[in-house]
């Protein structure tokens, strides 16, 4: 599987955007950029995925580089309740269903 | 809608001894995994079924881990005997067909200890 290449920590304020980046010179044509992201005692959710274009959903926006060697995912205003450890996995499409998991971004939101 | 439902939460035992986990997946998803996460690090797949079928367990330590899933529906792990090292957190999750890219809803997990 390809790998990506996150920071292992990162700190916002309540109500400001946040930009979390990531790494993945080794992509493949057909390797779909996946966000998901873990609360603490919970499971991981998912939050958005893209190929090429930038992709916005109700949870957040995805902007891809144009080479698609790096990705970054923006949460517009982050709140409290966004304060979660963030993954950024390739996932291959249509042969691939296996989401390989690195150790995430932990984010901190401050009030 | 129901997410995906496991138990129990927690489970603390001694070493060499057997546990069990139960998920129930989210209705109408056929495709389950089995999801082992240790301390700070992410989730890592340990098998994964298609209906009944573990079409992917190449993860999964065979010589104390076993799966079922019977009637293509919930499923449970087992792990006998339990070692030191099984200490985690065992997530569940499903989706609605192998290969889709859209998502995985995963279950809140069942944190062993094993002491």
């Known amino acids: 599987d390809a790998k990506t290449t996150q920071p292992n920590s990162m700190e916002s304020n309540e109500e400001e955007p946040v930009h979390l980046p990531c790494n993945h010179s080794?992509?493949?044509?057909?390797?779909?950029t996946h966000w998901y992201r873990q609360l603490p005692s919970q499971g991981p959710e998912y939050v958005i995925h893209g190929l090429t274009s930038n992709v916005n959903n109700r949870m957040a926006s995805l902007a891809i580089a144009e080479d698609r060697k790096s990705s970054t995912l923006i949460l517009h205003r982050a709140t409290l309740r966004d304060a979660a450890v963030y993954y950024c996995?390739?996932?291959?499409?249509?042969?691939?269903?296996?989401?390989?998991f690195g150790k995430g971004t932990l984010l901190t939101v401050n009030p | 809608e129901a997410g995906v439902v496991q138990s129990p939460r927690y489970k603390i035992i001694e070493k060499k001894q057997p546990v069990a986990f139960w998920c129930n997946p989210i209705s109408g998803h056929n495709t389950l995994y089995w999801y082992r996460q240790n301390l700070g690090q992410g989730p890592e797949l340990l098998i994964r079924?298609?209906?009944?079928?573990?079409?992917?367990d190449s993860q999964l330590p065979k010589d104390r881990f076993s799966a079922e899933r019977l009637k293509g529906v919930d499923s449970t792990l087992k792990i006998q005997p339990a070692e030191l090292g099984d200490s985690a957190v065992y997530l569940c999750?499903?989706?609605?067909?192998?290969?889709?890219?859209?998502?995985?809803?995963f279950g809140p997990g069942t944190r062993l200890t094993v002491l």
């Open positions: 079924y298609e209906n009944e079928e573990a079409v992917d």
């Open positions: 999750a499903s989706s609605l067909e192998a290969g889709d890219i859209n998502e995985q809803f």
């Open positions: 080794t992509i493949s044509g057909t390797d779909y």
């Open positions: 996995i390739l996932r291959d499409d249509g042969s691939n269903y296996k989401l390989t």
